[in-house]
């Protein structure tokens, strides 16, 4: 007999070849009449609105402190 098991994704983030045109919240692609706001802090991840961003500072606040204590080397999936 086998087992099948569903559950939800433990993490999901945007390629680092999207970053800077999908919401790293709500993974929205921005369209060139509305460009993106990135982290003020870290200046890596970008959102759609600044509801997108608060709900991702609980998440964000962690790799966002690893983010600029690294800079400016950033690992990619490459490294």
Known sequence: MTDVVEEEPYAAVVHDE????????????????????RCAKCKIVHYCSADCQKKDWRIHKTECSFFVEKSPFIPSEDT
């Open 18 to 37: 999207f970053l800077s045109s999908v919401c790293s919240y709500c993974f929205d692609k921005s369209f060139e009449e509305k460009a993106l706001s």
